[in-house]
């Protein structure tokens, strides 16, 4: 089953106590694709500039990810700059140029108007409820994402979103801001309150649980021994989430929780280089090793 | 098998934002003794002031925990006042008298040489060899916990604890305080090979990890809505792990990883009320009930 993410297409520049990556490839779009492009077909909705160039674009179509709805437009393309500490949970974001990404209209080609999975990514709450009333009721299952900074400054939009979304993937200090809960617990039941059927919180080197009417789900992060760049960690995650769930063409209690481990698995590989680079190394082999790994990682006698 | 605990018995008075219990049991070695209880026989050393009762006493013996250990000194008992924001891994500590804990020379009584197992609570580092060395081959399994007061102020003096311990049980701070490694896994691996066999790293709501030569083990944490007093959930859960494997007599990788999860349930019981109240009136089918929830929490298909 095909996958539509709407999300944003970048340059980062990243530092982190492991080295540097000037102006590589990044954005929610990029990574969330690339990671979902081994579960399932990818239809990426997301804009770029004139710096763009077709080798950039090659990263995506390599892994088979349909660039149909990427619109080119005059200017340049979002860029970001920042620094980890030696927490990989602790960021500065050292510069943010959205460029074309700041009149980012998204529109979706014909093609993928019987697009079943959507992913919203990371980008206005405005603009997410307008892609999803694009696809109306031909969406079966609604994934999405948002910020500290949506959270803040448009509440009422992000509300509404919420309020027509399926399942919401959030780290937990935006869980925190969104409900004003110390306890992810009760942040977590007062996101399911406002309307999605489950919310899945990231917790980066602690791990990610999963919260719906039926179940909580809790699973540990991957021991790396280096993470040499969090960047991105969060929408290969989500990437992996939705494409195992796509592929699947099945959202169940049994279903989400293999979808948090495979979402883990792919979050865990992005940390290991910079960029995109490990997710562009990767193979299925991997994956499914990495997966029994999780098993090993979590399994206890009944 | 019985299992022998070296730790503090103190009165706290603890402030959480879900209210106040002023004066109340507490101490490392009380946390432990009681979680413990449910598992094995517990015997305690300790030493307590003319300030602690017959009544205080019946609420370790009430649970069979052998106090002949315990040494009623002259003098007020070791007194903690506390504040916890509603982040519960956010305390201050307001006030800490030593009292009589001060001058604690921790003596095993004759009928306690035969003990197998030790854990040796958060004392001095040099009083743990100490204990350590009157039990001496006898002891099968030593178990341990320092805090950054003693890894900051006696360094050696825990290395040379640390080589003459099978099990740590430390948190993610004391963890990266001891070895300098931001990176958990690494803070891990440098402790193993300072010594233990293996190291548990607690990580308060966060859950927690094992690390042997052999197995790295996570279990999330009980999601709980109300943690009314976190007070003693470490040691709980310490209690839990060794007396699960006091009771088992075995600690190979998967009696490990069961014990860390008793202990994950024996602490989060604590989290649930102030004090030690909750210790005092549960059973083990709420136990054994909780262990299935872990088992529920963590599950998906291989």
């Not at 700059?81 to 998204?106: I, Q, S």
């Not at 200090?173 to 004003?180: F, K, R, V």
């Not at 939705?242 to 592929?247: N, S």
Request: aromatic share 10%; net charge negative.
């Amino acid at each position: 089953m095909a996958l539509l993410v709407v999300g944003s297409v970048a340059f980062d520049d990243i530092t982190t106590p492991q080295g540097r990556a000037p102006r590589v490839l990044g954005g929610s779009g990029t990574y969330f694709a690339l990671a979902a492009s081994f579960f399932t077909p990818v239809r990426l909705v997301a804009v770029v500039g004139d710096d763009f160039t077709a080798e950039d674009e090659a990263v995506l179509t390599d892994r088979g990810v349909d660039t149909r709805g990427l619109e080119h437009a005059f200017g340049k393309s979002f860029f970001w700059a920042g620094e980890y500490e030696a927490d990989p949970n602790l960021r500065h974001t050292l510069k943010t140029e959205l460029n074309v990404f700041e009149n980012f209209d998204p529109k979706l080609p014909a093609e993928y108007h019987d697009s079943e999975v959507l992913f919203l990514g990371n980008i206005a709450p405005e603009l997410q409820s307008q892609v999803r009333d694009q696809l109306g009721a031909r969406a079966k299952l609604v994934g999405g994402d948002t910020m500290n900074y949506w959270i803040t400054g448009r509440p009422d939009a992000v509300r509404h979103f919420l309020s027509r979304l399926h399942v919401l993937s959030i780290n937990d200090s935006e869980a925190h801001l969104l409900t004003g809960e110390s306890n992810l617990y009760r942040a977590a039941r007062a996101i399911l309150a406002q309307g999605p059927a489950a919310v899945i919180i990231k917790r980066g080197e602690h791990g990610v649980t999963l919260y719906s009417a039926s179940q909580t789900f809790g699973v540990p992060a991957y021991p790396l021994e280096d993470v040499i760049d969090p960047t991105g960690a969060g929408d290969a995650f989500a990437g992996g989430v939705f494409g195992y769930l796509a592929q699947q063409n099945r959202w169940d209690d049994a279903a989400l929780r293999r979808a948090v481990v495979y979402g883990s698995v792919m979050g865990s590989f992005t940390c290991e280089r910079f960029g995109v680079e490990r997710l562009r190394s990767l193979n299925e082999g991997e994956i499914a090793a990495r997966y029994r790994e999780f098993v090993a990682l979590t399994r206890f006698d009944e």
